[in-house]
Every structure is written in C-alpha cells, then in structure tokens.
Nanobody, 128 residues
Framework: QVQLAESGGDSVQAGGSLRISCAASGDTDSTYCLGWSRQSPGKEREGVAVIWSRGGSSDYADSVKGRFTISQDNAKKTLYLEMNSLKPEDTGMYYC?????????????????????WGQGTQVTVSS
C-alpha cells in the first residue's frame, strides 16, 4: 500500500500559475507510476498527467499539454504538478494516485480510476 497526501491547492486568477504537491509514504518501491487527475462537480474524473517511477517518462492529457508539467523528487518521495496559464476550466479537485501495475499506468490518462491508491485531493479554483 502507498499512502498519498496532496497539498498546495489554492484560488488563482486565470493566466496564473500554481504548483501542487503529493507526498508519498509506505511501499513506494512497488509503484509503476504516479499520476494526477481532477474532478469537478457533475463531471467524471479526468486524467491529467502521469509519470513513470522508473525512467521518469511522462504523458499528459491534451487539455493540459504545454501548460502543465509533472515531476517527482524521489529523495523526498514527492510528486509535483506545475500548472501555468491556468484557465477556469482547470478548476477542480486534484488527486494524486499510484499505479501498482503496468496496465493501470498505461491507461492512467484515459481511465484514471484504474490507478490503485489515492490521496484525499486538493482544491484548485481558477477565476476569470
């Protein structure tokens, strides 16, 4: 099991930037990947970004490519999401999650709920 705790959510103006973090603990060596997803009221959870635990390659949803950057600090066991040029449609609860097998990581953007261990989320609100 991997325990995850998000932090750093805030309210920002459109066009602004924000970095959110996710601290991992527990059996972190068992993870294949870590990912960020988001959900706003009345909408399905949307995969945002994923980074592979070994090698560090990453993938993004089309809606955030070029604006968001996922990164990880293995020494600190912390995952980050740097968000730039924020838009009101980026508003939502942002969750980090761990993928414990290959398939869930390959599907993390299209089907984020396949990831196994989840944090409680951190709220990001972008106002116009």
């Amino acid at each position: 099991q991997v325990q995850l705790a998000e932090s750093g959510g805030d309210s920002v103006q459109a066009g602004g930037s924000l970095r959110i973090s996710c601290a991992a603990s527990g059996d972190t060596d068992s993870t294949y990947c870590l990912g960020w997803s988001r959900q706003s009221p009345g909408k399905e959870r949307e995969g945002v970004a994923v980074i592979w635990s070994r090698g560090g390659s990453s993938d993004y949803a089309d809606s955030v490519k070029g604006r968001f950057t996922i990164s990880q600090d293995n020494a600190k066991k912390t995952l980050y999401l740097e968000m730039n040029s924020l838009k009101p449609e980026d508003t939502g609860m942002y969750y980090c999650a761990a993928g414990l097998n290959l398939l869930s990581c390959q599907m993390a953007i299209r089907f984020p709920t396949m990831l196994q261990n989840w944090g409680q989320g951190t709220q990001v609100t972008v106002s116009s």
